[in-house]
C-alpha cells in the first residue's frame, strides 16, 4: 500500500550529494512532493527532508541506497504521525478583503496567521501548519479571488515523542 | 618545512604511484593534455596502455581489476572522452568492481559555459558511481586521489569518478602525499560481526537437512574460496555458483555442484527449489539467479551473508542476515559447524547430475552433426586442452552461457565476464586489461561476432602494446542469444539479428595478429593447442553452429524448476 513516507537524512554539505539523493527516487520513478535542505545545528552538515508517497519495500530500498552514498551520515525515514512536521507559507492578498467584515475577520483572528507586510494594494500572510491547511486557505482566499500570490516552504521536522529525537549520533 | 611546488598533473601521477598503480589505461585529448605531458616524464614508473577507444580504457581497467584484485584506473579527455566510459562505470558498478576513472574537464572558470567539449560529467556520472569529486584547484589533488582509492577498494568495491579541471592539472601546488589520512566515511566503517547471528547460523547448518551453498562474486573480492570449502567439507556440503562467482571454488571439487540460474545447470537449480537451509554468500539473488522470486526457494530458510546490507531482503526475504565480510564471516562459521554428509541429498544432487549429462551435456560433446562445431564443443576444447588454468573472459550472449557451462576452473579470478549489466563489447577490452593485471597466466578471451565487432578496434592495442593475448570468436553469423529468444518466445521472427560478417581473418592480418579459421570438428582440439602453445596474440575464430540454443533453460519469469532442455 502506498503512503507518505518522510526521509530524514544527515549529509555532508558538498556539491552532488542532492543529486545523489534525489536521484534514488528519479531510479524508480517516485515523485518528491516536498524537499527540505538546511543546516543542521551541526557546521558542515546539512539536514535533507523529503517527503514521497510510495511503499513500505520502495522506501526501505532508497533509505538502504541512500544509506551507501558516501556523504550521507545518517537516514532513516518516518510517517507522518511520528512527526511534528510544518511548513512554511506566504500569501499576498488583496486589501480589498478589509471591506468585507467575515472575510477580515478570517484573516485577522481566526486564520492562524499573521501580517507581515501591509501596503495600499496588497497584505503579505505568513502562516504554518500542514500542507493540508495551508493548501486549503490559499484555496479559499482563491475561491474568493483575493490572492495574488502564494509560496510555501519545504518542511521542517520534529520527532514527536519525547525520547526520540532526530539528530545526529555523533560517533 | 621545505616546499614542493609541482604541478597538478605531477601530483596525479606521483599519487597514483603512491597508491601502488603500475598501469592506467586511457585516450588523451585536448583538456587532459597536461596530464599527458607530465605522463611523458612518468614513461618509466607508469605504463600507459593506449586504447583505441575510451570504452576500451574502461572495460581494460575492470579486466585488470577482476584479474588482479586491484583497482583498476583508466583516464580519458572531457566530453566525449567521458561519456565514452560511461558504459564501463555502469558495468563496474553493478559488478562491484573497483575503479578510479579520471576525466578531464574545462577549466573552472569556463564551467557552465558550454566551452568546448564541456559535459557536465559529474551529473551524467552519478547515478552510476559510488563517488564522484570535480578537482577545480592543484591543492586538492592529493587528497582526492587517495579518497578515491579508498572509496574505491573499501567495502563493497565500486568505481570513482574524479573530474580534473584543466587549471587543476596546470596549477602549482605544493605537494605532499598523506599515506595518514583517516577517512571517516559511516558507510564504509567496518561492522561487528553479530556473534548471535553465527551461533544461530551454526545450529541452522547442523541441524539442516538439504543445505547448499551459493557463492557470489563477494566470495572471491574478499577471497574466501578457500574458507567456503573448509566450511562446505565441516558441514558435507555441496556449494553451487553464481555466474559471477565463477571460479571461486575450483570446479573439480568434490562438492562443487554446478552454476545457478538461467542458464545453470539443472542440479543446483533443481535443488534449490527442494532445498531447506541455503546459505548465500557474497551474492544478491539477481533475477537470472532466482527466476520467478515469488516462487523462489519454497522450502530454505535463507542464511544471507553479504557486506552490503542494502542486498538484505531486497528481492528475495532471508532469514537470518550476517552483514561483513564474507571471508571474516565464513571463518567464524567454521569452528561450529558439524555436520555428516545426507545420502538421501547426496543422491538427488547425483541423479540430477545424471540427467543433465544423459539429456544434455554427453549428447553435445560427443554428437557431430554434420561435423559442424557446437559451442559447447570450443568452450570445452579450450578447458580440456588449457587444463582449466586459464582466465576466460567472455563477451555476452550464447558464448557467455556456454562458457559459464562448459568451461573449467582451477583456480580463482579465471572467470571475467559482464555480468549485471550484460555490456557487448566488453569481452575483448576486458581480456586485455586481464592479461596486463595477470601476466603470469594465459588469458582466452571468448567472443561472439556480434560482441567482438563493437570494440573489435582494440586488436589495434594488442598489436601496439604487444599482449599475449588468445582471442576466439565463437561465429553463428547471428546476434545468437537474441536470435534465441526470438525462437523461443517471439514465433521464431528473426527480426535483425542475422549478421553479414566481415573477413575476421583478414582483419587480423591487418593487426598483424597470427589467426586461423577453423570449421569442422576434427580440426578444433588441434588448432586450440596450437593457439594455446603459440608464444604472442593469436586469434582463432571458430565456425559454430548457426542455430544452436543454450540449454537448458529458466525462461524469464518462471520458476527454477521450470526448465527448459
Ligand atoms: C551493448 C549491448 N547491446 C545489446 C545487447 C543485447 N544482446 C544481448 S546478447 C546479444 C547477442 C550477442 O550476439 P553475439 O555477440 O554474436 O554472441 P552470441 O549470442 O551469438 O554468442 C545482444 C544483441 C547487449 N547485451 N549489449
Known amino acids: ?171 | 618545512m621545505q616546499k614542493n611546488y609541482i604541478k597538478g598533473s605531477e601530483a596525479v601521477l606521483k599519487s597514483l604511484i603512491e597508491e601502488g598503480v603500475d598501469t592506467i589505461f586511457g585516450y588523451p585529448g585536448g583538456t587532459i593534455m597536461p596530464l599527458y605531458d607530465e605522463l611523458f616524464n612518468y614513461k618509466e614508473k607508469i605504463n600507459h596502455i593506449l586504447v583505441r577507444h575510451e570504452q576500451g580504457a574502461v572495460h581494460a581497467a575492470q579486466g585488470y581489476s577482476r584479474a588482479s584484485g586491484k583497482v583498476g584506473v583508466c583516464i580519458a579527455t572531457a566530453g566525449p572522452g567521458a561519456t565514452n566510459i560511461v558504459t564501463g562505470i555502469a558495468d563496474a558498478l553493478i559488478d562491484s568492481t573497483p575503479l578510479v576513472c579520471i576525466t578531464a574537464q574545462v577549466s573552472s572558470d569556463k564551467l557552465g559555459t558550454n566551452f568546448f567539449q564541456e559535459a557536465d560529467t559529474i551529473s551524467i556520472t552519478v547515478p552510476i558511481t559510488k563517488w564522484s569529486y570535480q578537482i577545480t584547484s592543484a591543492d586538492e589533488v592529493a587528497v582526492i586521489i587517495a579518497k578515491a582509492f579508498y572509496i574505491a577498494r573499501t567495502g563493497r568495491p565500486g568505481p570513482v569518478l574524479i573530474s580534473l579541471t584543466k587549471n587543476a592539472q596546470i596549477e602549482l601546488t605544493n605537494y605532499k602525499y598523506r599515506s595518514d589520512l583517516v577517512f571517516n566515511i559511516p558507510c564504509l566503517k567496518r561492522v561487528q560481526i553479530s556473534q548471535s547471528s553465527i551461533k544461530e547460523a551454526i545450529d541452522l547448518i547442523n541441524s539442516s537437512k538439504k543445505p547448499m551453498i551459493i557463492v557470489g562474486q563477494g566470495v572471491i573480492i574478499s577471497e574466501a574460496g578457500g574458507d567456503v570449502i573448509e566450511l562446505a567439507e565441516r558441514g558435507s556440503m555441496p556449494i553451487v555458483s553464481t555466474l559471477m562467482g565463477l571460479s571461486a571454488v575450483p570446479s573439480n571439487h568434490p562438492l562443487f555442484a554446478g552454476n545457478v540460474g538461467m542458464h545453470g545447470n539443472l542440479a543446483p537449480n533443481m535443488m534449490t527449489q527442494r532445498s531447506d537451509l541455503i546459505i548465500a554468500i557474497g551474492m544478491r539473488f539477481s533475477d537470472r539467479v532466482t527466476g520467478d522470486t515469488s516462487r523462489y526457494a519454497p522450502m530454505a530458510k535463507i542464511i544471507h551473508i553479504d557486506i552490503d546490507k542494502a542486498e538484505f531482503n531486497k528481492t528475495i526475504k532471508s532469514y537470518l542476515q550476517i552483514q561483513g565480510d564474507a571471508k571474516e564471516v565464513v571463518k567464524l562459521l567454521i569452528p561450529g559447524v558439524k555436520r555428516s554428509l545426507d545420502s538421501e541429498w547426496d543422491s538427488f544432487i547425483k541423479e540430477c547430475w545424471k540427467k543433465e549429462r544423459d539429456l544434455i551435456i554427453d549428447k553435445l560433446l560427443s554428437d557431430s552433426v554434420n561435423d559442424t562445431v557446437s559451442m559447447a564443443q570450443a568452450v570445452d576444447s579450450i578447458a580440456r586442452i588449457g587444463k582449466g588454468s586459464v582466465v576466460i573472459v567472455t563477451d555476452v550472449g550464447q558464448h557467455q552461457m556456454f562458457c559459464a557451462r562448459y568451461s573449467k576452473f582451477n583456480y580463482g579470478r579465471s572467470m571475467i565476464t559482464s555480468g549485471g549489466l550484460g555490456t557487448m563489447g566488453f569481452g575483448l577490452p576486458a581480456a586485455i586489461g586481464a592479461k596486463v593485471g595477470a601476466p603470469q597466466r594465459d588469458v582466452v578471451a571468448i567472443l561472439g561476432d556480434g560482441g567482438f565487432q563493437m570494440t573489435l578496434q582494440e586488436l589495434g592495442t594488442i598489436m601496439q602494446s604487444n599482449i599475449d593475448l588468445k582471442v576466439v570468436i565463437l561465429n553463428n553469423s547471428f546476434l545468437g542469444m537474441v536470435r534465441q529468444w526470438q525462437e523461443l518466445f517471439f514465433e521464431g521472427r528473426y527480426s535483425f539479428t542475422e549478421m553479414i560478417n566481415p573477413n575476421f581473418i583478414q582483419i587480423s592480418n591487418a593487426y598483424n595478429i597470427v589467426s586461423k579459421r577453423v570449421e569442422i570438428r576434427e580440426e578444433l582440439d588441434y588448432a586450440v593447442k596450437e593457439m594455446l602453445e603459440f608464444r604472442g596474440s593469436y586469434l582463432l575464430e571458430v565456425v559454430v553452429r548457426n542455430e544452436e540454443n543454450v540449454f537448458p533453460m529458466v525462461p524469464s519469469g518462471s520458476s527454477l524448476d521450470e526448465i527448459l532442455y
Open chain 1, 1 to 171: 500500500m502506498n503512503r507518505e513516507y518522510i526521509v530524514v537524512a544527515f549529509v555532508n554539505n558538498q556539491i552532488s550529494v542532492l543529486n545523489r539523493i534525489t536521484s534514488a527516487y528519479l531510479k524508480r520513478e517516485i515523485n518528491i512532493e516536498s524537499l527540505n535542505v538546511s543546516e543542521s545545528f551541526v557546521k558542515g552538515i546539512s539536514t535533507i527532508v523529503i517527503s514521497a508517497i510510495t511503499s513500505a519495500d520502495t522506501i526501505e530500498r532508497i533509505v538502504n541506497q541512500l544509506g551507501n552514498v558516501i556523504d550521507v551520515l545518517q537516514v532513516d525515514y518516518y510517517h507522518q504521525e511520528d512527526l511534528i512536521y510544518k511548513e512554511m507559507a506566504l500569501y499576498k492578498i488583496s486589501a480589498d478583503i478589509l471591506s468585507d467584515k467575515s472575510d477580515s475577520d478570517y484573516i485577522l483572528n481566526r486564520s492562524n496567521s499573521r501580517i507581515i507586510e501591509m501596503g495600499k494594494e496588497f497584505l503579505i500572510i505568513e502562516k504554518s501548519g500542514s500542507r493540508y491547511e495551508l493548501e486549503k486557505m490559499k484555496e479559499k482566499l482563491e475561491s474568493k479571488k483575493f490572492l495574488a500570490g502564494y509560496s510555501r516552504s519545504g518542511n521542517a521536522i520534529l520527532h514527536r515523542e519525547q525520547d526520540k529525537s532526530i539528530l545526529l549520533k555523533v560517533s
